[in-house]
Structures are given as C-alpha cells and as structure tokens.
C-alpha cells in the first residue's frame, strides 16, 4: 500500500508543544511536525542525517553553534551526531526527514 | 553551512511543468516541486526509494497500477524500482525524497 492519509495517523507529542506524524520506510523517517510558539527543542544529536524543511512558520534553529530563523523555503542540513536544538517562533509546520530510519520513533 | 534558503536555488524545469528546486546531501536528495496544472509525468522507474509529499494541491499519482489523487496530507512511498506515473490536476507544490542521492538531478 504505497498511498497514507496522514490525518490518518495518530499524532504524537513528542516533547511539549512538538506533535508529530511519522512515516517510517526502509531507509528513511519522515516527521510532519505541529510546532505550539514558544516550544523549545533542548540541545541534541544524533547517528542519523537530518533535512529539515519549513513550511509555515518561524522556527529559530541552531546547528553546530550557529543560529538561523528559518522562514517557508527554508532548509537545515544536519549531519549525523551535529548538536542542535531551536524554538518556535510563531507556530510552525515542519518535515523531518532522517536516515537511517528513526527507530527511537517508532 | 546547514543552512540553505531555497529561494536562493535555481529552479529547473525537469519535464514540461514540472520545476524544482534540490537539496542533495550525503544519503538523500530533497526535490521542492512547483508542479503546473495539466502537467503529466511518464511512467517510469528508478533504484531509488521516494518518498512524495503533496504540499498544495491535487496530484493524480499511479503506483504499481493503482490510482490515487493526493490531497494535502496526502503520502506515497515508493519502494526502488517500482512503476509510478501522475499528473498534477492543479497547480501543485510537492517534496520528494529520495534515497540515495540522485545523482541523475545534481
């Protein structure tokens, strides 16, 4: 069954203010996130590579020491094990994509 | 420099209607679709896994012989190698995923 309705999926808070869908395939993860202004994402890293794309919002995100506010078109590169953590400006949504796939999301 | 503004990326057009933007990292490549109404992609195959996200819009996409028209929300996964063909019945904005990379769009 190629075809998901994500409003199918349950939606999970994964940290306060940080709801998310995800799609799990054989290589990658994708997190459709719904972002509450003001949620923090405290300093982490992890093994996987990591795209993060905005689609609506403002969403300040630190990568390896330096801060940027992503806006709609933009984009964050994270490298395996790169420390990162961010705040939502406004509310946002946001995709994740990882991979290898996330198990610790399963 | 994780960070990336799409805006700043050339649009090309990889098929008749059919204009992206890509982002390609060590394991995967991002494609930020512009998609005109009435536009048509073949059908066709690649070793690649994709992962579409339909944005905005509506697109009619075949995978392996089955139809759906994807709203937004709407998800497929397409394992390597498997057929798939669509068109867009309105403007739309999508982002596929790919992995690995596609060297094919650098």
């Known amino acids: 069954m190629p075809f998901i309705d994500l409003a199918t999926l349950a939606e999970r808070e994964m940290a306060p203010g940080f709801r998310a869908r995800f799609v799990h395939t054989d290589h990658m993860t994708l997190a459709y996130w719904h972002i509450r202004a003001g949620a923090a994402l405290p ?61 610790d999301y399963r």
């Open 43 to 103: 300093d982490h890293a992890h093994p996987h590579e990591q795209v993060t794309s905005l689609i609506e919002g403002a969403f300040s995100l630190t990568v390896d020491g330096e801060t940027r506010t992503l806006a709609p078109g933009g984009v964050a590169v994270i490298p395996p094990e790169v420390r990162h953590s961010g705040r939502a400006e406004t509310d946002c949504v946001i995709i994740d994509v990882f991979h290898p796939p996330r198990d």
